[in-house]
């Protein structure tokens, strides 16, 4: 691997892990969408604080930028609030407006330079190692890297100080009041994070995937977890898996970095949502299968049970008789009872089913329940 | 009905005065004064709409009072927070959410630990000892979508005992819950009586409330009525409170129901 192929993944991993650990609480929290908003309407936030700073690396455009999130937050919920406007409604009013005003800024005063709504839409990683953070006249590596890696330094440090506070604010917001934790300021404050992060990664990534890498990863987490913890850990493994994989993607077709990233958030939530061991569509319709001949069997047991000594058993418990009594087609009446004879439950006298202490004591218990 | 235990005068557990609350311009609670002496287990009952949930929410001041006051103990809440425990509506958080049942129950000691403070090895204790007084401490590692109904409530009242309070509001605690877990949780609550804490219940059953509670509060946006229950749970102010339909005294049989939790 070359330099610039190391800091690519570097820089794309950062992002992504940025990107997930909020998102997390996102989705808890029913907000997935807040984050489409709020990663467009920045565009504002950066299109003035370029005016102003003329430089797109700087703290102080990500600063101002995050101001237009919080912003975004803000109105959306004041015209929630007003009860005329529903809160889907209300986000579909209030960032498009800040995103086409960001767009009008931009294309007007700033179409010579970096800046363009294709970076915006898009970004673009394979730039990120041109521009070299030098200090003292020493290149110590690409400036995004720093950007992101503070970013993300700064959303560790936020959820491991207000880990508590963020996860029973998240469960119970009423409980969260009445302790004194106030849940509207640990809104704002995951909202100023969720900002700054799409900032951050909007340079990276653009503003239309950011919403990919703030979701996916903690969706496809949320699937093969039960722990919050675990799924803050989860996710951001699978953001730089998704990173890293998207990278080489990119590479070996010749593709946008940003794109193939977001591709591959897609692929991973879909695997997931098949192959997750428990949860996963795959083992869910192969535990539903397995039910069925458990039950069955059990069905079965009981019905040779119930006729076991009486007269007429001959008949009852006779092979060709379970078509007729429990509506099974031959095939699956063969098959059950085959399971059964392997398991120990039954016994055979040529076309006569019989009961063997063990699927006795099975049918016994089965009634019982 | 249990006096003040050894406080000078008859200072109330909870005083809420003039309390006026308005969703837009919709009064949901008008003028109620009510005033609940320490040691008594009070029902709050109304119809649907009577603005009961909004009572408790307004004490804990969750909600915005237009007007009125509401103190604990003669202070009001914000100073008072740690002597109030509080038992949301079951069905007010979302039970997917990925945690355990002990970590539900630890939650409510963070109001003890404050900003930063991280819960160890006394607030596991604190939980696990809340988890068997309330039947559940095989359940304490169980991740919380496997509960039924009455376990999520058990859950709940584990972590309001954990918050080791003195007065405790409850917002229908005996909503969707089995026969069983409703006798554990009346037992519970006489416990807690015995023990001097004062409880607050919103209550939707008014054949239990003479069986259950010493005190009840009859709720309609005003207040109709609030004190012992020999005193207020009369005819009259049922049917003040309910507009006329109810014949529970006369007929000391409910034919209606109203076992509808409120939206």
Not at chain 1, 252 to 267: C, F, K, N, Y
Not at chain 1, 289 to 296: N, P
Not at chain 2, 182 to 198: D, P, Q
């Amino acid at each position: 691997m070359t330099a610039p192929q190391i800091e690519i993944q570097l820089i794309a991993s950062a992002v992504a892990v940025s990107c997930a650990l909020p998102g997390c609480f996102l989705i808890l929290r029913r907000m997935a969408m807040m984050s489409d908003a709020i990663s467009h309407s920045i565009l504002v936030g950066i299109a003035v604080g370029f005016f102003l700073i003329r430089d797109l690396a700087s703290p102080l455009l990500v600063l101002s930028a995050a101001l237009t999130g919080v912003l975004t937050v803000s109105l959306v919920e004041l015209l929630t609030r007003t009860k005329r406007v529903r809160e889907d409604a209300a986000i579909g009013l209030i960032f498009p407006a800040l995103f086409s005003i960001g767009v009008i800024l931009i294309s007007r005063y700033a179409g010579d330079v970096h800046l363009d709504v294709d970076a915006v839409l898009l970004g673009e990683l394979a730039f990120a190692p041109f521009n070299r953070l030098v200090v003292l006249g020493v290149d110590i590596g690409p400036k995004g890297l720093y950007l992101m890696a503070g970013i993300l330094l700064l959303n560790l440090l936020f959820i491991l100080a207000f880990y508590k506070e963020l996860k029973l604010a998240t469960f119970d917001a009423g409980l969260a009041g009445a302790l004194g934790f106030s849940p509207v300021a640990i809104h704002y404050g995951l909202m100023t994070i969720v900002s700054i992060t799409a900032v951050g990664a909007f340079d990276a990534v653009g503003s239309v995937l950011v919403v990919a890498l703030m979701i996916a990863p903690p969706a496809t987490a949320y699937l093969i977890t039960d722990r919050l913890s675990s799924l803050l850990a989860a996710s951001s493994l699978i953001g730089v898996i998704c990173a890293v994989s998207g990278y080489w993607v990119a590479h070996a077709l010749d593709v946008s970095i940003a794109g193939s990233m977001a591709s591959m958030t897609g692929v991973f939530f879909v695997a997931t949502f098949l192959a997750a061991p428990d949860r996963g569509l795959v083992s869910i319709v192969l535990r539903r299968a397995r039910q069925r001949v458990e039950f069955a069997q059990t069905m079965l047991l009981v019905h040779l049970y119930n006729h076991e000594g009486l007269p007429g058993v001959e008949r009852e418990n006779h092979m060709d008789h379970l078509g007729e009594h429990l509506r099974w087609e031959p095939d699956f009446a063969g098959r059950i009872v085959g399971a059964a004879e392997r398991k120990g439950s039954i016994s055979r006298d040529g076309a006569l089913l019989l009961l063997t202490e063990r699927g006795r004591e099975t049918a016994r218990q089965a009634m019982v329940m | 009905m249990t006096g003040p235990r050894g406080m000078a005068g008859a200072e109330s557990a909870i005083r809420v005065e003039d309390l006026t609350v308005a969703y837009g311009e919709k009064p949901v609670l008008w003028d109620v004064d009510m005033a609940v002496p320490p040691g008594v287990l009070m029902a709050v009952i109304g119809p649907n709409g009577a603005g009961k949930t909004t009572l408790i929410k307004a004490i804990m001041g969750l909600v915005r009072p237009v007007a009125g006051y509401v103190s604990i103990f003669g202070k009001p809440y914000l100073s008072q927070r740690r002597l109030v425990g509080y038992v949301p509506q079951r069905n007010s958080v979302d039970w997917d959410f990925p945690t355990s049942v002990l970590d539900v129950v630890m939650m409510g000691r963070y109001g003890v630990l404050g900003w930063f403070g991280r819960p160890g090895r006394a607030e596991r204790k604190a939980a696990m000892e809340a988890l068997t007084k309330v039947g559940m401490a095989d359940l304490a590692g169980r991740q919380i979508s496997q509960l039924s109904g009455g376990q999520q409530q058990r859950v709940f009242l584990a972590r309001a005992l954990v918050q080791d309070a003195r007065v405790y509001l409850m917002d229908e605690p005996f909503q969707g819950v089995d026969a069983t877990t409703e006798r554990a949780i009346v037992t519970l609550l006489k416990e807690m009586r015995s023990e001097g804490k004062t409880v607050l219940v919103v209550h939707h059953d008014l054949q239990t409330v003479p069986e259950y509670f010493d005190w009840v509060t009859l709720l309609n946006v005003r207040c109709v009525a609030s004190g012992p229950v020999e005193k207020a749970f009369i005819d009259r102010n049922l049917r003040l409170t309910y507009g006329g339909r109810v014949s529970y005294l006369t007929h000391h049989a409910a034919e209606e129901t109203f076992g509808h939790p409120e939206e």
